[in-house]
């Protein structure tokens, strides 16, 4: 780009040293600082035997120093989505060092003196990253540092000038840079072009509101967060110094763009694209509608129906087949009909979940919907996960589970033959989202063996975590706990505590005892709790907090074995 680094100079460059890097806790670190650390984690890994290194920061700054360093060693990168226990012993079957927050990592060496770099090579430099799991396992997947800088370039020439006219322009995300897009846009991008990113990533993006003296700020961002809006009640600082948000991860359905352009003053720029094709298109709904517009340098076609694409971010020159049905639309754009490789075979019978999953949402009972199978003894069985639209938690109250299933049942009885119709059902508020706000298949099985609400993580560290759970009128926890006034039993937040506990730290031992437990406002149905969860590795002591808008509602302590005080 005409006024930023290649991304292959970052690091070699010279005369930057008082170039933005990050904003660390209102400091800002510049980039002699930043290549004081490049440096020491080259020291640090070329000192390793072994090519590939994972690599796994919560913070961007130390996540791009180690970057930097294990190419300028001659390391491959593996770049986790994670650092959950699942994941970790995955990885130590794929590469040899282990890096940053993860167990088992190498220790930074001590402070050394920079040195001067060549640029990196584009072609040679290479890193690992992984597919974000929505459709089964995590897919790894080789990255030329040149597709990295190629799409960078492409986005900036498309409508990143407009950002980059500002030099005081601060970037903040809520996605992960262990992901493409959060790697982009909240990590390369900034890098380049010399506008500094804040390290600590958002959880809610009303965190942005009220800042003193704001600078022009982009907001990396996923459709999960701007979905969860709040409703705009006037003017704020916010709307003054956003100049610009991104969305990414899949589309944004068109309330939640008009939503955010009234709540925020801007109105978000989709990108769409995957972990596999880098990015093949874009559109801003105020000005597009439905259209998506390619960027510069994607070629694109029509396939039997599916698009195919073609352009730099891709590892070779032939065409890519993805699995996104499209029509072509006026001057040159397309538009997205769904996926097409969601097909199951029911007794026999071909089955699209994709099909199923987009008459569920032409109901006006249902604002969102995904479809999945599950395991009947030998056979397979339907089943759906359905967000509820307004007009649709009205009926669900007045009706039941049940009524409630059956006339959804009966929408889809005129294009989805009987052996397809969903026979299990889940009511959420919100679809299950991981820290790349994808809706994994994982999690939404999760939501069939346990009898509790989906699980939002806003968080998920080795020995902290975050997350959300939005407590439906519908939840069985509440039968029989009051008829005359619905309360979530005591008991029941401290069992979902335990059930997080264990699915995000992995913890296997039987609890051994509670302690310090505390219950303070009573939880009603439609309250959207906080679970806050601490882990003491050494004596697997889990301390937990539950808290929503009203104020503080459960904590305690969790003993998952016992140990001496």
Same mark, same amino acid.
């Given at each position: ?10 690091a ?13 806790n209102g ?17 640090a ?5 072994g ?17 930097y360093?294990a190419w ?29 927050d ?22 040679n ?9 929505s459709?089964?396992?995590?897919t ?7 597709q ?12 990143g ?14 996605v992960?840079?262990?992901?493409i ?11 380049s ?6 390290? @600590?990533? =958002?959880t809610? #993006?009303?965190?942005?509101? &009220?800042?003193?003296? +704001?600078?022009p /700020? *982009?907001?990396? $961002? ?17 709307? @003054?110094? =956003?100049?610009? #948000?991104?969305?990414?991860? &899949?589309p944004?359905? +068109?309330?939640a /763009? *008009?939503?955010t $352009? ?6 978000p ?24 517009? +390619?960027l ?26 993805t ?6 639309d ?11 490789d969601?097909i199951?075979?029911?007794?026999e ?10 008459r ?11 479809v ?7 056979s397979l ?14 009926q669900l109250?007045a009706?039941?589970?049940r ?22 059902w889940?009511?959420?508020s ?10 994994t ?21 080795t ?20 008829p ?19 699915d ?10 509670l302690?310090?437990?505390k219950?303070?406002h ?17 004596t697997?002591?889990?301390t ?7 104020g ?14």
């Amino acid at each position: 780009m005409s006024d930023g680094l290649p991304l292959t100079e970052v690091a070699s460059r010279t005369g930057l040293a008082e170039r933005a890097i990050a904003w660390r806790n209102g400091g800002l670190l510049r980039r002699d600082a930043f290549l004081h650390q490049v440096a020491r984690w080259q020291a640090a890994l070329a000192a390793q035997s072994g090519q590939r290194v994972a690599i796994y920061f919560e913070d961007p700054f130390d996540f791009a120093a180690a970057l930097y360093g294990a190419w300028y060693a001659g390391k491959t990168p593996y770049l986790p989505g994670d650092a959950q226990p699942a994941t970790v012993e995955r990885l130590r079957a794929m590469v040899d060092i282990l890096a940053g927050d993860l167990p088992g990592a190498i220790s930074l060496t001590s402070a050394v003196a920079a040195q001067p770099n060549q640029p990196l090579d584009p072609v040679n430099t290479r890193l690992v990253m992984f597919t974000s799991g929505s459709s089964g396992e995590p897919t790894a997947l080789e990255k030329k540092l040149a597709q990295l800088d190629d799409e960078i370039h492409t986005q900036h020439e498309a409508f990143g000038r407009h950002w980059a006219r500002h030099p005081d322009l601060s970037i903040y995300s809520t996605v992960t840079h262990q992901h493409i897009y959060g790697l982009l846009f909240f990590v390369l991008w900034p890098l380049s072009a010399g506008r500094p990113f804040v390290t @600590r990533r =958002i959880t809610y #993006i009303e965190e942005m509101i &009220g800042r003193p003296n +704001p600078t022009p /700020a *982009l907001l990396v $961002a996923s459709p999960a967060h701007l979905k969860r809006l709040p409703d705009p009640s006037g003017p704020t600082p916010t709307h @003054r110094h =956003i100049e610009a #948000i991104l969305s990414s991860g &899949g589309p944004l359905p +068109p309330e939640a /763009a *008009l939503h955010t $352009a009234a709540s925020l003053g801007v109105a978000p720029i989709e990108i769409f694209g995957s972990s596999e094709t880098g990015g093949i298109a874009w559109r801003q709904r105020t000005i597009h509608g439905d259209r998506w517009q +390619p960027l510069p340098l994607v070629e694109w076609r029509i396939d039997d129906g599916l698009l195919a694409v073609r352009s730099p971010y891709l590892p070779s020159a032939d065409w890519w087949l993805t699995a996104d049905r499209v029509r072509a639309d006026r001057e040159g754009s397309f538009v997205l009909l769904g996926r097409a490789d969601r097909i199951v075979k029911i007794e026999e019978k071909r089955v699209s979940l994709s099909a199923i999953e987009r008459r569920l949402t032409e109901s006006p009972l249902i604002a969102e919907a995904r479809v999945l199978t599950l395991a009947a003894g030998v056979s397979l069985r339907v089943a759906a996960v359905v967000v509820p639209s307004e007009a649709g938690r009205e009926q669900l109250a007045a009706q039941g589970r049940r009524r409630f299933n059956e006339t959804l049942r009966a929408w889809l009885a005129d294009s989805v033959e009987r052996i397809a119709l969903p026979r299990r059902w889940r009511h959420v508020s919100a679809l299950p989202l991981n820290a790349q706000g994808k809706t994994t298949e994982a999690s939404l099985i999760a939501l069939f063996d346990a009898d509790m609400p989906p699980v939002q993580w806003i968080e998920r560290g080795t020995t902290h975590a975050l997350a959300e759970l939005s407590v439906e009128a519908g939840e069985r926890a509440f039968d029989g706990h009051f008829p005359e006034a619905a309360i979530l039993p005591g008991v029941v937040q401290v069992d979902w505590a335990i059930r997080c506990a264990r699915d995000c730290f992995e913890l296997a031992a039987p609890v051994r005892s509670l302690e310090i437990l505390k219950f303070q406002h009573p939880v009603l149905p439609g309250t959207r709790l906080h679970l806050e969860l601490q882990l003491r590795p050494a004596t697997e002591v889990v301390t937990f907090r539950i808290t929503s808008s009203v104020g503080a509602h459960a904590s305690g302590r969790v003993l998952f074995k016992a140990f001496d005080v």
